[in-house]
């Protein structure tokens, strides 16, 4: 049975090394700091081309951890889509990028239109963020199903968890000026509140 763990002792577990598991306004999260990221590919038998998400509470927390400029048209899109079920992916290479997309020159990007998850995200900082599922399979949609897969990992008490969408985010990657093609937003996965659109779509919490 897992642990259920008040906001505190869940933030301390997750710096000591656990993973854990919290609500979000979509899924639930499967989650850890940054530098224990790679236990969650273990955990979920995931293969570690799959990147994970860091996940804060704010646009200034996520602004400052990573300490690298912004462009404006990042901070206005982030400032129209968070808090919010978006994934913004970022041509962003520092450590923690290493950390989350092994390989790759990218990160995603996101802060959950959840008050509680924003609680624990404010206390412990960004964290590394996935699906609650065993990879290739169904990801939980509460923490009933979450606790299921995860037996013997804590999650966030106190129950119930603010319902979630049960849906994945919509996920929206910055591309580079490419042939006389302006950069711009294309949709790399569309969620119930974008449209099919693959340019510049407008973002809503």
């Not at 995860?150 to 929206?172: D, I, K, N, Q, R």
């Given at each position: ?18 993973l ?23 955990c ?16 200034p ?34 450590k ?6 092994p ?79 302006p ?22 919490a």
């Amino acid at each position: 049975m897992s642990l259920l763990l008040p906001l505190p002792e869940l933030a301390a577990a997750l710096e000591a090394g656990s993973l854990a598991l919290f609500p979000t306004d979509t899924l639930p999260a499967l989650a850890a700091t940054p530098a224990h990221a790679a236990a969650i590919w273990t955990c979920k038998s995931r293969p570690r081309e799959k990147p994970l998400i860091l996940m804060g509470a704010d646009l200034p927390q996520l602004v400052e951890f990573l300490g690298v400029a912004w462009q404006e048209a990042w901070l206005e899109k982030a400032r129209s889509c968070w808090p919010g079920a978006f994934t913004l992916v970022l041509p962003i290479q520092v450590k923690v990028t290493t950390a989350l997309h092994p390989g790759g020159a990218s990160l995603g990007l996101r802060v959950p239109a959840c008050e509680r998850a924003r609680e624990l995200l404010s206390c412990t900082g960004p964290l590394a963020t996935t699906s609650a599922n065993r990879s290739g399979e169904p990801a939980a949609r509460d923490a009933s199903e979450a606790t299921e897969l995860f037996p013997e990992l804590p999650l966030l008490g106190p129950l119930p968890w603010p319902e979630g969408s049960g849906a994945a985010s919509t996920v929206l990657a910055w591309t580079k000026t490419v042939d006389d093609v302006p950069s711009g937003w294309q949709i790399l996965r569309a969620g119930p509140s974008v449209p099919g659109d693959n340019r510049s779509p407008g973002c809503s919490a």
